[in-house]
């Protein structure tokens, strides 16, 4: 296996994806605590501010999301086998990809709108 497809396989890693975010969202918070002198535009602050946000968000609560969904489908294949085939599982273990992207779909729109409102209205 080549570089570039180790370095694919950990990316797509729940739990490097959970701390990555933490850290690329510390770093950015970091960034702008030490430079905050030299910014001279509120707009552009929250602004930066809103994107540690939003990368916290993209890596590290949609991998707890993942993690989540994965686990709950583990245990009933490991634990719950013999009702496996009745409902509501069997349609939560059919659509857990599109249940695991509403959710994700869920918290990026309420995150846009709680960013668009701290950004213009000052909250």
Do not use: W
């Not at 080549?2 to 959970?18: M, Q, T």
């Not at 583990?74 to 599109?98: A, C, D, E, R």
């Not at 846009?112 to 950004?119: H, L, Q, R």
């Amino acid at each position: 296996m080549k570089l570039s497809g180790k370095i694919i396989k950990v990316y797509h890693n729940n739990f490097f994806r959970f701390f990555f975010g933490i850290v690329m969202s510390s770093l950015i918070c970091f960034l702008l605590i030490r430079n905050i002198n030299n910014i001279h535009s509120i707009i552009f602050i929250k602004f930066l501010v809103a994107l540690s946000g939003y990368i916290f968000f993209y890596y590290s609560a949609f991998s707890l999301v993942d993690i989540g969904i994965e686990g709950i489908h583990h245990f009933h294949i490991k634990y719950n086998n013999k009702n496996i085939n009745k409902q509501p599982i069997l349609s939560f273990m059919k659509h857990k990809h599109t249940i695991s992207f509403s959710l994700k779909i869920f918290i990026t729109i309420f995150y846009f709108y709680m960013a668009i409102k701290f950004i213009i209205f000052e909250y």
